[in-house]
C-alpha cells in the first residue's frame, strides 16, 4: 500500500526559515514523481511543483518558482518542501501527493502539514 | 491555464448532480476530478476524464469535450456532500487544478 506520511504542524514567525517533509512507503519512491500541493484557508488547490527523486529534476509552477524549494533524500524516501523567509501569506495547508506519471492524476497524498505563520 | 468551476452546487438527495469545468479547448487535455471532504486530503474520483478508481461508484461519471468537461454523480446521497476539483496536466504550467465547486445535499 502506498503511504505518503508527512511531518507535524508549524508554527510560525514571518521571516523564519521552515522544512516540511514528505515520506514515502509501499513504492519505489526514486521513479515517481512527487508533488506539493497548497491550500489555503478556505480556498482552493493550488500544485507548487513536482519533484523526481531519481535524478532531483524538479518542475516549479510559475507563482512558485523561486518561493520556494523542492529537495528529496533517496536514503530515507522523504522529499522536502522548503522556505527560507515565510510570509503570513504562506499559511496554509501543503499536502504531498504521487502521480503515476508525470502527467497523471495525483493518486496517493499525505494527511497535509498546517502550516501557520503570524506575527 | 485556468479551470473554471462553479463555486456551488445543490441537489436533493437522489438527483442529479452535474458539476462542470471550463477552459478553453479543455476537450483536447486528459481531465480528472477529486472529491475533498472537510479535514480531509484530495481523493480521485475519475481518471482519465471518464474512467473511475477501483471503489468509486458507478454513480459517478465523466465526460470531456470542446471547452467543458464535466463529472455526473447520480442518485445523489448524503456521503457526496464535499468538494469537487477538476485538474488538467498541461505543458506549459503542469498541473491546473479547477476553483472547485462545493456539493451541498439539501
Known amino acids: 500500500e502506498v503511504q505518503l506520511v508527512q511531518s507535524g504542524a508549524e508554527v510560525k514567525k514571518p521571516g523564519e526559515s521552515l522544512k516540511i517533509s514528505c515520506k514515502g512507503s509501499?513504492?519505489?519512491?526514486?521513479?515517481?514523481?512527487i508533488g506539493w500541493v497548497r491550500q489555503t484557508p478556505g480556498k482552493g488547490l493550488e500544485c507548487m511543483g513536482l519533484?523526481?527523486?531519481?535524478?532531483?529534476?524538479?518542475r516549479y509552477s510559475p507563482s512558485f518558482r523561486g518561493q520556494v524549494t523542492m529537495s528529496v533524500d533517496k536514503s530515507t524516501s522523504t522529499a522536502f518542501l522548503q522556505w527560507s523567509s515565510l510570509k503570513t501569506s504562506d499559511t496554509a495547508t501543503y499536502y504531498c501527493?504521487?502521480?503515476?506519471?508525470?502527467?497523471?492524476?495525483?493518486?496517493?497524498w499525505g494527511q497535509g502539514t498546517l502550516v501557520t505563520v503570524y506575527s | 491555464y485556468v479551470l473554471t468551476q462553479p463555486p456551488s452546487v445543490s441537489v436533493a438527495p437522489g438527483e442529479t448532480a452535474r458539476i462542470t469545468c471550463e477552459a478553453a479547448?479543455?476537450?483536447?487535455?486528459?481531465v480528472y476530478w477529486y472529491q475533498q471532504k472537510p479535514g480531509q486530503a484530495p481523493v480521485v474520483v475519475m481518471f482519465?476524464?471518464?474512467d473511475r478508481p477501483s471503489g468509486i461508484p458507478a454513480r459517478f461519471s465523466g465526460s470531456n469535450s470542446e471547452d467543458t468537461a464535466t463529472l455526473t454523480i447520480s442518485r445523489v446521497e448524503a456521503g457526496d456532500e464535499a468538494d469537487y476539483y477538476c485538474?488538467?496536466?498541461?505543458?506549459?504550467?503542469?498541473?491546473?487544478f479547477g476553483t472547485g465547486t462545493k456539493v451541498t445535499v439539501l
Open positions: 501527493a504521487r502521480p503515476a506519471t508525470l502527467v497523471s492524476a495525483f493518486e496517493s
Open positions: 509501499g513504492y519505489t519512491f526514486s521513479t515517481s514523481w
Open positions: 519533484i523526481y527523486p531519481g535524478d532531483s529534476d524538479t
Open positions: 479547448n479543455i476537450g483536447s487535455k486528459l
Open positions: 482519465y476524464d471518464s
Open positions: 485538474q488538467v496536466w498541461d505543458r506549459t504550467t503542469d498541473h491546473v
